[in-house]
């Protein structure tokens, strides 16, 4: 019996892979489970439009990412903090600068998807990473300095 795979299974292969099982295998598990549908032509036909809509978004997703790479590149994000010296009270973390990019140049990002490997704790320039999609990776600086308010 031939079935389109709707999950990835270890054994069989993956979405959308069209694989012959058995009929005891297909109509007790994969069928009822949701894991596969009836390899017809219409069920190929959704299949085929499903896999282009998601390409589609896809490619949509990473351009989106590639513009803003275009714009978070050449910017240097200034964070003004409470300090002493060179130690800052309290940390920064990837939601305030998050927050401070917003306020200061109007640019909405996923403070999740900012790799800082720890909260800043020191005064001093840092080169964070951002990942928005994962093909594009793109460096934003942030410079810590003391509020002298």
Do not use: C, F
């Amino acid at each position: 019996m031939k079935v389109i795979l709707l999950e990835p299974m270890e054994n069989l292969g993956d979405v959308g892979a069209v694989v012959n099982v058995k009929p005891g295998y297909a109509r007790n598990y994969l069928l009822p489970r949701g894991l596969a549908a009836l390899a017809s032509e219409s069920n190929l036909k959704t299949l085929e439009a499903k896999i282009r809509a998601q390409a589609k978004k896809a490619a949509e997703r990473k351009a989106e990412a590639e513009r803003l790479k275009e714009i978070l590149e050449p910017l240097t994000l200034e964070l003004k903090v409470k300090a002493g010296e060179t130690k800052i009270y309290g940390s920064v973390t990837s939601r305030e600068i998050a927050s401070a990019l917003e306020a200061q140049h109007q640019i909405k990002i996923d403070p999740k998807r900012l790799l800082l490997e720890r909260p800043i704790k020191d005064l001093g320039e840092y080169t964070l990473v951002y990942k928005p999609h994962p093909e594009v990776p793109m460096n934003l600086k942030v410079v810590v300095v003391a509020d002298k308010a």
